[in-house]
T-cell receptor, first 112, second 114 residues
Framework: EAQVTQNPRYLITVTGKKLTVTCSQN?????MSWYRQDPGLGLRQIYY???????DKGDVPEGYKVSRKEKRNFPLILESPSPNQTSLYFC???????????FGPGTRLTVL | AQSVTQLGSHVSVSEGALVLLRCNYS??????LFWYVQYPNQGLQLLLK??????LVKGINGFEAEFKKSETSFHLTKPSAHMSDAAEYFC????????????FGTGTRLQVFP
């Protein structure tokens, strides 16, 4: 089944404790993105990648890191999480700019 | 630079009534436009997309949207609302060439009353 998977789905952590949210797609898509969703703000793009080893900042990259060492995986790294990063995070992938994005199920992160 | 404005964070309609969700965009280059739907506790699902072919785009679940360049709009409509249409709807814009940068609107929550 074609899908985007994210792990973990739920995470509660404390300020400053490094964490990684994994994202993997099995559709051989070139493009992958991370978004955060906050009430009243919609989805905001954090980072995107159009190819292996190529990443670009979205609208809200501060406090996040990503890497794209292989096509299928695009982990999101929070080196020192803060409470303002409490949010619902979505990973997405698509073949190219003409096509729609396929979204993962989301990761609900709470930073205390 | 690109942006998307969704007018109305909440829209309520009766079952069987017309659904109209508004989206206006700003783009310095020809855009690609998308409507997504998010049901409670789920991810986003594509409803329809405009990629410079026909200006009237038909999507899933009876929804359609019309691209109007003169009005910079891409409003989403459905002739007759169903209870199952209750969800949050997002409009999104991207450049019509090689990029994965996608700008979303703030969303409109649709309520459908019996």
């Amino acid at each position: 089944e074609a899908q985007v998977t994210q792990n973990p789905r739920y995470l509660i952590t404390v300020t400053g404790k490094k964490l990684t949210v994994t994202c993997s797609q099995n559709m051989n898509h070139e493009y992958m993105s991370w978004y955060r969703q906050d009430p009243g703000l919609g989805l905001r793009q954090i980072y995107y990648s159009m190819n292996v080893e190529v990443t670009d900042k979205g609208d809200v990259p501060e406090g996040y890191k990503v890497s794209r060492k292989e096509k299928r995986n695009f982990p999101l790294i929070l080196e020192s999480p803060s409470p303002n990063q409490t949010s619902l995070y979505f990973c997405a992938s698509r073949p190219d700019y003409r096509n729609t994005q396929y979204f993962g199920p989301g990761t609900r992160l709470t930073v205390l | 630079a690109q942006s998307v404005t969704q007018l109305g964070s909440h829209v309520s309609v009766s079952e069987g009534a017309l659904v109209l969700l508004r989206c206006n965009y700003s783009s310095s280059v020809p855009p690609y436009l998308f409507w997504y739907v998010q049901y409670p506790n789920q991810g986003l699902q594509l409803l329809l997309k405009y990629t410079s072919a026909a200006t009237l785009v038909k999507g899933i679940n009876g929804f359609e949207a019309e691209f109007k360049k003169s009005e910079t709009s891409f409003h989403l409509t459905k002739p007759s609302a169903h209870m199952s249409d209750a969800a949050e709807y997002f409009c999104a814009v991207t450049r019509s060439y090689n990029t994965d940068k996608l700008i979303f609107g703030t969303g409109t929550r649709l309520q459908v009353f019996p």
